[in-house]
């Protein structure tokens, strides 16, 4: 059972997340610092439902947290995340 998830893991296994060019954005300004869904999606010239789904999204995947108040900051490197979180059992 090499490179498989374990059945008692699968309903809380999430694959890594496909990064799109406006989650590649987000990050980056999240890398300047905290910042709030609506200046988010004003610099980036999206409605402020897009850059909120797409935080929820990096959220989900522990890239990003809402610190309160709906102000989002950076976690971690998606790149370096992703390859951890693969359950491997053997």
Known sequence: ???TIH???ESTYMPPIQLNDTDKAILEILDEGRNAPLNIAKELGFTRQYAQQRLKRLEEHGHVENIG???YELQDDPET???QRCIYLT
């Open 1 to 3: 059972m090499l490179n």
């Open 7 to 9: 059945p008692r893991y």
């Open 69 to 71: 108040s709906g102000v």
């Open 81 to 83: 995340v992703d390859r």
